[in-house]
């Protein structure tokens, strides 16, 4: 098993099997244009917008997703369960996806967002979105 350093924007590392990584856009690009990085266990990937608690569950995620599942339409149990149990960490996991640009994680996120909002009075949603992004009044 090929393995890479990932370095979070706090300075932590996580070694990741390479087609975990790759499940990052970004990462993939970055492998490809910089094929020096696939091959250096020494040097990390810096990953300038990603705190580390996130790349941790971003590479959680990634790594069931190469192991189980491909091409999944509908959000799957575990992807339900993942999302739950990390939901006050759901502006950060959209961001982050975004950035890594790891697009099944990106729409089942913002779908959760979307699905939570569904049927909700402005001020609820607006007190939503508001302990999503953390704003204070």
């Known amino acids: 098993m090929e393995t890479i350093k990932l370095q979070s924007v706090d300075g932590k590392e996580f070694k990741v099997d390479i087609e975990v990584a790759k499940s990052s856009t970004t990462i993939k690009t970055m492998l490809e244009d910089l094929p020096f990085l ?3 266990d020494n040097e990390p ?14 590479i959680e995620w990634a790594t069931h997703h190469v192991k189980e599942q491909k091409d999944a339409v509908e959000i799957t149990p575990w992807e339900q ?13 959209i961001l982050a996806a975004n950035y890594l640009d790891v697009k099944r994680l990106l729409d089942i996120t913002c779908f959760s967002v979307a699905r939570q909002l569904k049927g909700k ?8 979105l508001e302990a999503l992004i953390d704003v204070k009044d």
Do not use: A, T, W, Y
Request: net charge negative; hydrophobic share 30%.
């Open 38 to 40: 696939e091959n250096n």
């Open 45 to 58: 990937v810096p990953l300038p917008n990603v705190n580390g608690d996130i790349l941790k569950l971003i």
């Open 81 to 93: 369960k993942f999302l739950k149990d990390h939901d006050s960490q759901l502006q950060e996991l």
């Open 121 to 128: 009075s402005p001020d609820e949603i607006k007190k939503r």
